[in-house]
Nanobody, 117 residues
Framework: QVQLVESGGGLVQAGGSLRLSCAASFRNYDMGWFRQAPGKEREFVAS???????YYKHSVRGRFTISRDNAKNTVYLQMNSLRPEDTAVYYC??????????????WGRGTQVTVSS
């Protein structure tokens, strides 16, 4: 059964850090992180190919780092210098490295990230 499980969300003050994890029940997939704030569309945050190439949304580049541990079938999103506008439900997805929601095959249920000002 294909499964993606996110963890690591929470409440943090502006300028703080969080690390999200996404455990997959499969391996060697291209993976991505998306986020969705209330009333807004789901948007691309970052992605990583199975071989380690990384891609970022412009506004998070330099603050967020995506990485993966293939031995653990886990992808991470290290988020530093968090801003209130980063508040959203963060979703892990598998199957692509693009910024297009429809090109991903599998999705997790999401984890809430709230950044207070």
């Amino acid at each position: 059964q294909v499964q993606l499980v996110e963890s690591g969300g929470g409440l943090v003050q502006a300028g703080g850090s969080l690390r999200l994890s996404c455990a997959a029940s499969f391996r060697n997939y291209d993976m991505g992180w998306f986020r969705q704030a209330p009333g807004k569309e789901r948007e691309f945050v970052a992605s990583i190919s199975w071989s380690g190439d990384t891609y970022y949304k412009h506004s998070v580049r330099g603050r967020f780092t995506i990485s993966r541990d293939n031995a653990k079938n886990t992808v991470y999103l290290q988020m530093n210098s968090l801003r209130p506008e980063d508040t959203a439900v963060y979703y892990c997805a598998a199957g692509s490295v693009t910024g297009i929601v429809g090109e991903y095959d599998y999705w997790g249920r999401g984890t809430q990230v709230t950044v207070s000002s």
